[in-house]
Protein backbone atom coordinates (compact mmCIF):
# COMPACT_ATOMS: atom_id res chain seq x y z
CA UNK A 1 0.00 0.00 0.00
CA UNK A 2 2.93 2.43 0.79
CA UNK A 3 4.40 1.68 -2.60
CA UNK A 4 1.47 2.24 -4.41
CA UNK A 5 0.87 5.56 -2.63
CA UNK A 6 4.22 6.37 -3.27
CA UNK A 7 3.80 5.29 -6.91
CA UNK A 8 0.45 7.10 -7.17
CA UNK A 9 1.95 10.27 -6.16
CA UNK A 10 4.66 10.32 -8.17
CA UNK A 11 2.34 10.46 -11.03
CA UNK A 12 0.43 13.05 -9.84
CA UNK A 13 3.41 15.42 -9.59
CA UNK A 14 4.85 13.89 -12.76
CA UNK A 15 1.14 14.37 -14.10
CA UNK A 16 0.89 18.42 -13.14
CA UNK A 17 4.79 18.81 -14.14
CA UNK A 18 4.70 17.41 -17.47
CA UNK A 19 1.31 18.91 -18.35
CA UNK A 20 3.11 22.45 -17.68
CA UNK A 21 6.19 21.48 -19.40
CA UNK A 22 4.12 19.80 -22.33
CA UNK A 23 1.81 22.65 -22.92
CA UNK A 24 5.16 25.27 -23.18
CA UNK A 25 6.40 22.62 -25.87
CA UNK A 26 3.32 22.77 -28.04
CA UNK A 27 2.78 26.16 -28.23
CA UNK A 28 6.86 26.67 -29.32
CA UNK A 29 6.69 23.66 -31.48
CA UNK A 30 3.64 25.45 -33.71
CA UNK A 31 5.66 28.02 -35.17
CA UNK A 32 8.87 25.95 -35.74
CA UNK A 33 6.37 23.43 -37.72
CA UNK A 34 4.94 26.11 -39.76
CA UNK A 35 8.20 27.53 -40.86
CA UNK A 36 9.62 24.67 -41.86
CA UNK A 37 6.59 23.41 -43.23
CA UNK A 38 6.55 26.91 -45.20
CA UNK A 39 9.70 25.95 -46.35
CA UNK A 40 9.14 22.62 -47.62
CA UNK A 41 6.42 23.47 -49.79
CA UNK A 42 7.84 26.46 -50.95
CA UNK A 43 11.12 23.54 -52.14
CA UNK A 44 13.73 26.23 -51.55
CA UNK A 45 17.39 25.80 -51.15
CA UNK A 46 19.58 23.15 -53.03
CA UNK A 47 18.42 19.24 -53.29
CA UNK A 48 20.54 18.71 -49.61
CA UNK A 49 19.23 21.63 -47.81
CA UNK A 50 15.41 20.71 -48.98
CA UNK A 51 16.81 17.37 -47.14
CA UNK A 52 17.86 18.77 -43.81
CA UNK A 53 14.43 20.88 -43.96
CA UNK A 54 12.35 17.85 -44.53
CA UNK A 55 14.42 16.25 -41.85
CA UNK A 56 13.57 19.01 -38.96
CA UNK A 57 10.08 18.87 -39.73
CA UNK A 58 9.75 15.08 -39.23
CA UNK A 59 11.80 15.57 -36.37
CA UNK A 60 9.52 18.32 -35.13
CA UNK A 61 6.31 16.95 -35.85
CA UNK A 62 7.23 13.35 -33.88
CA UNK A 63 7.99 15.87 -31.09
CA UNK A 64 4.74 17.67 -31.43
CA UNK A 65 3.11 13.71 -31.28
CA UNK A 66 5.31 13.25 -28.35
CA UNK A 67 3.89 16.50 -26.47
CA UNK A 68 0.56 15.87 -27.10
CA UNK A 69 0.39 12.19 -25.71
CA UNK A 70 1.74 13.79 -22.96
CA UNK A 71 -0.93 16.69 -22.43
CA UNK A 72 -3.57 13.86 -22.84
CA UNK A 73 -1.63 11.87 -20.19
CA UNK A 74 -1.90 15.14 -17.85
CA UNK A 75 -5.51 15.95 -18.89
CA UNK A 76 -6.73 12.33 -17.34
CA UNK A 77 -10.10 12.87 -16.80
CA UNK A 78 -11.12 11.35 -13.42
CA UNK A 79 -12.51 7.96 -13.86
CA UNK A 80 -15.76 7.38 -14.57
CA UNK A 81 -16.57 3.30 -13.77
CA UNK A 82 -19.85 1.74 -14.87
CA UNK A 83 -20.73 -1.62 -16.22
CA UNK A 84 -18.63 -2.05 -19.14
CA UNK A 85 -19.27 -5.04 -21.65
CA UNK A 86 -15.83 -6.24 -21.98
CA UNK A 87 -16.49 -8.62 -25.08
CA UNK A 88 -18.18 -5.84 -26.99
CA UNK A 89 -15.32 -3.49 -26.26
CA UNK A 90 -13.01 -5.76 -27.21
CA UNK A 91 -14.90 -6.95 -30.49
CA UNK A 92 -15.64 -3.41 -31.51
CA UNK A 93 -12.30 -2.51 -31.43
CA UNK A 94 -10.82 -5.67 -32.81
CA UNK A 95 -10.84 -3.59 -36.50
CA UNK A 96 -9.29 -0.42 -35.34
CA UNK A 97 -6.38 -2.58 -33.73
CA UNK A 98 -6.40 -4.82 -36.90
CA UNK A 99 -5.45 -1.84 -38.75
CA UNK A 100 -3.02 0.04 -36.37
CA UNK A 101 -0.95 -3.22 -35.99
CA UNK A 102 -1.13 -3.90 -39.87
CA UNK A 103 -0.96 -6.67 -42.44
CA UNK A 104 1.97 -8.98 -40.35
CA UNK A 105 0.17 -9.03 -37.25
CA UNK A 106 -2.22 -11.40 -37.01
CA UNK A 107 -5.02 -10.33 -34.60
CA UNK A 108 -6.60 -13.28 -32.61
CA UNK A 109 -9.63 -12.49 -30.39
CA UNK A 110 -10.84 -15.52 -27.87
CA UNK A 111 -14.00 -14.22 -25.89
CA UNK A 112 -14.99 -16.27 -23.50
CA UNK A 113 -18.99 -17.04 -23.32
CA UNK A 114 -21.14 -14.85 -21.27
CA UNK A 115 -18.89 -12.79 -19.62
CA UNK A 116 -20.14 -10.64 -17.15
CA UNK A 117 -19.78 -6.76 -16.75
CA UNK A 118 -16.58 -4.91 -15.59
CA UNK A 119 -16.93 -1.96 -13.42
CA UNK A 120 -14.46 0.01 -15.08
CA UNK A 121 -14.23 3.24 -17.28
CA UNK A 122 -15.21 2.51 -21.40
CA UNK A 123 -12.69 5.38 -22.38
CA UNK A 124 -10.06 4.96 -20.28
CA UNK A 125 -10.22 0.68 -21.20
CA UNK A 126 -10.04 1.69 -24.85
CA UNK A 127 -6.94 3.67 -24.43
CA UNK A 128 -5.71 1.05 -22.08
CA UNK A 129 -5.98 -1.41 -25.28
CA UNK A 130 -5.07 0.83 -27.67
CA UNK A 131 -2.26 1.28 -25.55
CA UNK A 132 -1.16 -2.47 -25.23
CA UNK A 133 -1.81 -3.34 -28.73
CA UNK A 134 0.96 -0.98 -29.88
CA UNK A 135 3.00 -1.75 -27.49
CA UNK A 136 2.94 -5.35 -28.75
CA UNK A 137 2.99 -3.80 -32.46
CA UNK A 138 6.35 -2.42 -30.82
CA UNK A 139 7.41 -5.81 -29.67
CA UNK A 140 6.97 -7.52 -33.25
CA UNK A 141 8.88 -5.78 -36.04
CA UNK A 142 8.49 -8.75 -38.04
CA UNK A 143 5.33 -9.34 -37.72
CA UNK A 144 3.32 -12.06 -35.06
CA UNK A 145 0.62 -12.84 -33.54
CA UNK A 146 -1.39 -10.82 -31.04
CA UNK A 147 -3.81 -12.26 -28.79
CA UNK A 148 -6.46 -10.76 -27.13
CA UNK A 149 -8.70 -12.98 -24.74
CA UNK A 150 -11.43 -12.32 -22.12
CA UNK A 151 -12.54 -14.84 -19.40
CA UNK A 152 -14.19 -14.20 -15.93
CA UNK A 153 -11.61 -15.27 -12.63
CA UNK A 154 -12.33 -15.48 -8.99
CA UNK A 155 -9.51 -14.71 -6.76
CA UNK A 156 -9.42 -16.38 -3.22
CA UNK A 157 -6.68 -15.80 -0.29
CA UNK A 158 -3.59 -14.58 -1.16
CA UNK A 159 -2.54 -13.31 -4.82
CA UNK A 160 0.48 -12.71 -6.44
CA UNK A 161 -0.68 -9.10 -7.84
CA UNK A 162 -1.96 -8.43 -4.42
CA UNK A 163 -5.48 -8.63 -5.57
CA UNK A 164 -8.35 -8.70 -3.25
CA UNK A 165 -10.17 -12.04 -2.99
CA UNK A 166 -13.32 -11.35 -5.17
CA UNK A 167 -14.27 -11.75 -8.80
CA UNK A 168 -12.80 -10.46 -12.19
CA UNK A 169 -12.69 -10.24 -15.89
CA UNK A 170 -9.38 -10.97 -17.04
CA UNK A 171 -8.52 -9.18 -20.26
CA UNK A 172 -5.19 -10.21 -21.40
CA UNK A 173 -3.14 -9.02 -24.66
CA UNK A 174 -0.33 -11.53 -25.27
CA UNK A 175 2.17 -10.53 -28.35
CA UNK A 176 4.83 -13.55 -29.71
CA UNK A 177 7.09 -10.44 -29.90
CA UNK A 178 10.89 -9.65 -28.39
CA UNK A 179 9.73 -10.10 -24.97
CA UNK A 180 11.27 -8.29 -22.02
CA UNK A 181 14.29 -8.80 -19.96
CA UNK A 182 14.69 -8.79 -16.62
CA UNK A 183 15.22 -5.00 -15.66
CA UNK A 184 12.69 -3.93 -18.24
CA UNK A 185 10.24 -6.37 -16.71
CA UNK A 186 11.20 -5.00 -13.36
CA UNK A 187 10.22 -1.17 -14.91
CA UNK A 188 7.59 -1.55 -16.93
CA UNK A 189 5.11 0.21 -15.43
CA UNK A 190 7.06 3.14 -13.82
CA UNK A 191 6.21 6.24 -15.47
CA UNK A 192 8.50 7.37 -17.98
CA UNK A 193 10.56 4.31 -17.93
CA UNK A 194 10.88 3.70 -21.75
CA UNK A 195 13.49 1.34 -23.71
CA UNK A 196 12.48 2.71 -26.87
CA UNK A 197 13.94 6.28 -27.61
CA UNK A 198 13.81 9.51 -27.53
CA UNK A 199 10.65 10.72 -29.68
CA UNK A 200 9.20 7.18 -29.87
CA UNK A 201 8.28 5.96 -26.13
CA UNK A 202 7.17 8.67 -23.18
CA UNK A 203 7.05 5.67 -20.92
CA UNK A 204 3.32 6.49 -19.73
CA UNK A 205 1.52 3.79 -21.30
CA UNK A 206 1.91 0.69 -18.60
CA UNK A 207 1.82 3.40 -16.26
CA UNK A 208 -1.31 4.75 -16.90
CA UNK A 209 -2.90 1.35 -17.54
CA UNK A 210 -1.52 -0.01 -14.24
CA UNK A 211 -3.09 3.09 -12.90
CA UNK A 212 -6.13 2.87 -14.11
CA UNK A 213 -6.44 -0.89 -13.33
CA UNK A 214 -5.70 -0.02 -9.45
CA UNK A 215 -8.16 2.63 -9.35
CA UNK A 216 -10.72 0.63 -10.45
CA UNK A 217 -9.74 -1.76 -7.54
CA UNK A 218 -7.95 -4.26 -10.09
CA UNK A 219 -4.61 -4.77 -11.12
CA UNK A 220 -1.98 -5.95 -13.75
CA UNK A 221 0.14 -8.65 -13.80
CA UNK A 222 3.08 -9.09 -16.68
CA UNK A 223 4.41 -12.12 -17.79
CA UNK A 224 7.48 -11.76 -20.67
CA UNK A 225 10.79 -13.10 -21.43
CA UNK A 226 13.23 -11.85 -24.22
CA UNK A 227 12.73 -13.62 -27.24
CA UNK A 228 9.42 -15.42 -25.52
CA UNK A 229 7.06 -12.53 -26.11
CA UNK A 230 5.03 -10.85 -23.46
CA UNK A 231 1.74 -11.52 -21.77
CA UNK A 232 -0.33 -8.51 -19.89
CA UNK A 233 -2.77 -9.12 -18.19
CA UNK A 234 -5.69 -6.71 -16.93
CA UNK A 235 -7.67 -7.71 -13.70
CA UNK A 236 -10.80 -5.76 -13.81
CA UNK A 237 -13.86 -6.11 -10.76
CA UNK A 238 -16.80 -7.80 -12.11
CA UNK A 239 -19.56 -4.99 -11.65
CA UNK A 240 -21.46 -5.11 -8.09
CA UNK A 241 -24.80 -3.85 -9.76
CA UNK A 242 -24.37 -7.35 -11.78
CA UNK A 243 -22.77 -9.61 -9.47
CA UNK A 244 -24.19 -11.10 -6.74
CA UNK A 245 -22.67 -13.15 -4.53
CA UNK A 246 -24.83 -16.16 -4.83
CA UNK A 247 -25.18 -15.70 -8.66
CA UNK A 248 -20.74 -17.47 -8.93
CA UNK A 249 -21.45 -21.22 -8.71
CA UNK A 250 -18.15 -22.34 -10.06
CA UNK A 251 -15.35 -23.41 -8.34
CA UNK A 252 -12.91 -20.64 -7.65
CA UNK A 253 -9.84 -20.81 -9.08
CA UNK A 254 -6.47 -18.44 -8.73
CA UNK A 255 -4.26 -17.75 -11.68
CA UNK A 256 -0.47 -17.06 -10.85
CA UNK A 257 0.31 -14.73 -13.86
CA UNK A 258 3.94 -14.14 -12.64
P1 LIG B 1 6.52 3.18 -24.10
O1 LIG B 1 5.73 2.20 -24.91
O2 LIG B 1 6.20 4.60 -24.43
O3 LIG B 1 7.99 2.89 -24.07
P2 LIG B 1 5.25 1.88 -21.84
O4 LIG B 1 5.05 2.35 -20.44
O5 LIG B 1 4.03 1.47 -22.57
O6 LIG B 1 6.03 3.04 -22.58
O7 LIG B 1 6.26 0.67 -21.84
C1 LIG B 1 7.46 0.75 -21.10
C2 LIG B 1 8.49 -0.23 -21.64
O8 LIG B 1 8.06 -1.58 -21.40
C3 LIG B 1 8.69 -0.16 -23.15
O9 LIG B 1 9.60 0.85 -23.51
C4 LIG B 1 9.20 -1.56 -23.45
O10 LIG B 1 10.58 -1.68 -23.15
C5 LIG B 1 8.47 -2.42 -22.45
N1 LIG B 1 7.27 -3.06 -23.06
C6 LIG B 1 5.99 -2.67 -22.94
N2 LIG B 1 5.17 -3.51 -23.61
C7 LIG B 1 5.95 -4.44 -24.18
C8 LIG B 1 5.71 -5.61 -24.99
N3 LIG B 1 4.47 -5.95 -25.36
N4 LIG B 1 6.78 -6.35 -25.36
C9 LIG B 1 8.04 -6.02 -24.99
N5 LIG B 1 8.32 -4.96 -24.21
C10 LIG B 1 7.31 -4.17 -23.82
Known amino acids: AQEALRQSQKMEAMGSLTGGVAHDFNNLLTPIIGSLDML ?5 GTERER ?31 TAVDVARLVDGMAGLIGSTLGPTIDVRVDLAADLPPASADLNQLEMALLN ?4 A ?25 KLKPGHYILLCVADTGVGMD ?25 SMVHGLAAQLGGGLTIDSAPGRGTKIELWLPCSAAVVGEDEIAAPARVTHAN
Open 40 to 44: VRKGV
Open 137 to 161: RDAMPNGGTLTICARRESVEGRHPA
Open 132 to 135: LAVN
Open 182 to 206: HETLARAVEPFFSTKGIGRGTGLGL
Open 51 to 81: RLIDGALQSAERAKTLVQRLLAFARRQPLQP
